[in-house]
């Protein structure tokens, strides 16, 4: 790991003062929307946007590129935090490093790229609210104690490249009305975008070794990628009705296949078990839609 000795006074501008100076109840508040930026809600949304697929507002499709712009997210996070090395403030009740913060740069990946994906309510809105929700975010993070200003503007900054970056992988935006996706993603574009997670989390790996969570990441992008090129068409295309059956086989699918993925990535040891977690989950994960649904039309 890389260490770049940056004095904590030229990263502070008042921020640890102003936190500990607020109320409780204020603080109490932001504890609960900073959840907002939470990685593991974000992924259960995602998850659950996959399976239905537009019944909810963006296509399958759209989800996967959604799942897979999460995933890059986190190598880029965790590789930025090994590789600056900057502690959280000393208020902070969570330790480890706090350069760039993960949940300014998830949330801005995350609400930024449905912002931009979904085909419900006009677009501007979507835009505004995703805007709003990651100020939030990013603002709590900084309240409740465990980030500095820097560290959530730098997180934001990162996540907005980011986006601008993903999208350019594929078609350009193109507002046709008020309303629609701004970009539709190809299935050639969700594919590069799980290859790019993949070697985003393979760098990142470099300067943070034996990290969990971005074994995980790197075990999913890669199962991403070749469930994705094997069958992400036919699972694009598949109709999954909303129904007892599909929320008893898919909603619990969801649950076990998320606990388990989380659970591994929590208390195993083994780096082979972690990655093997991740990549046998996305694949399930991708293949769900075939197994709850049946097939309709081709993907592009």
């Given at each position: 790991?890389?260490?770049?000795?940056?004095?904590?006074?030229?990263?502070?501008?008042?921020?640890?003062?102003?936190?500990?100076?607020?109320?409780?109840?204020?603080?109490?508040?932001?504890?609960?929307?900073?959840?907002?930026?939470?990685?593991?809600?974000?992924?259960?949304?995602?998850?659950?946007?996959?399976?239905?697929?537009?019944?909810?507002?963006?296509?399958?499709?759209?989800?996967?590129?959604a799942l897979a712009l999460g995933l890059?997210?986190?190598?880029?996070?965790?590789?930025?935090?090994?590789?600056?090395?900057?502690?959280?403030?000393?208020?902070?009740?969570?330790?480890?490093?706090?350069?760039?913060?993960?949940?300014?740069?998830?949330?801005?990946?995350?609400?930024?790229?449905?912002?931009?994906?979904?085909?419900?309510?006009?677009?501007?809105?979507?835009?505004?609210?995703?805007?709003?929700?990651?100020?939030?975010?990013?603002?709590?993070?900084?309240?409740?104690?465990?980030?500095?200003?820097?560290?959530?503007?730098?997180?934001?900054?990162?996540?907005?490249?980011?986006l601008a970056a993903a999208f350019g992988?594929?078609?350009?935006?193109?507002?046709?009305?008020?309303?629609?996706?701004?970009?539709?993603?190809?299935?050639?574009?969700?594919?590069?975008?799980?290859?790019?997670?993949?070697?985003?989390?393979?760098?990142?790996?470099?300067?943070?070794?034996?990290?969990?969570?971005?074994?995980?990441?790197?075990?999913?992008?890669?199962?991403?990628?070749?469930?994705?090129?094997?069958?992400?068409?036919?699972?694009?295309?598949?109709?999954?009705?909303?129904?007892?059956?599909?929320?008893?086989?898919?909603?619990?699918?969801?649950?076990?296949?998320?606990?388990?993925?989380?659970?591994?990535?929590?208390?195993?040891?083994?780096?082979?078990?972690?990655?093997?977690?991740?990549?046998?989950?996305?694949?399930?994960?991708?293949?769900?839609?075939?197994?709850?649904?049946?097939?309709?039309?081709?993907?592009?």
């Amino acid at each position: 790991m890389t260490t770049l000795l940056v004095p904590l006074s030229a990263r502070g501008v008042g921020e640890v003062g102003f936190a500990e100076s607020l109320p409780e109840t204020v603080t109490a508040i932001f504890w609960g929307l900073t959840h907002l930026g939470n990685p593991y809600l974000l992924l259960t949304c995602v998850a659950v946007a996959y399976l239905f697929g537009d019944r909810i507002g963006i296509s399958r499709r759209g989800a996967a590129f959604a799942l897979a712009l999460g995933l890059g997210a986190i190598g880029l996070t965790l590789g930025l935090k090994a590789f600056f090395g900057l502690p959280r403030p000393p208020i902070s009740y969570r330790e480890g490093l706090g350069f760039p913060s993960g949940h300014a740069l998830g949330s801005t990946t995350f609400w930024g790229g449905v912002a931009v994906l979904a085909h419900r309510g006009r677009w501007r809105w979507r835009l505004g609210v995703a805007g709003v929700v990651v100020a939030i975010v990013a603002l709590s993070r900084v309240v409740i104690g465990v980030h500095y200003l820097v560290d959530v503007v730098a997180g934001v900054a990162v996540g907005v490249a980011f986006l601008a970056a993903a999208f350019g992988l594929g078609p350009g935006f193109s507002p046709t009305g008020q309303t629609g996706p701004l970009s539709e993603p190809t299935h050639r574009h969700v594919t590069a975008l799980f290859g790019v997670a993949l070697l985003f989390g393979l760098a990142g790996l470099l300067v943070a070794p034996g990290e969990s969570e971005l074994l995980l990441g790197i075990g999913t992008s890669a199962g991403g990628l070749l469930a994705w090129q094997r069958f992400g068409r036919a699972a694009a295309a598949a109709t999954v009705d909303v129904s007892g059956r599909t929320l008893a086989i898919g909603g619990g699918g969801l649950a076990v296949l998320l606990g388990a993925m989380s659970g591994t990535a929590e208390l195993a040891d083994s780096a082979l078990l972690i990655l093997a977690a991740g990549a046998i989950g996305a694949i399930c994960l991708l293949g769900l839609p075939l197994v709850v649904g049946g097939r309709s039309g081709s993907g592009r």
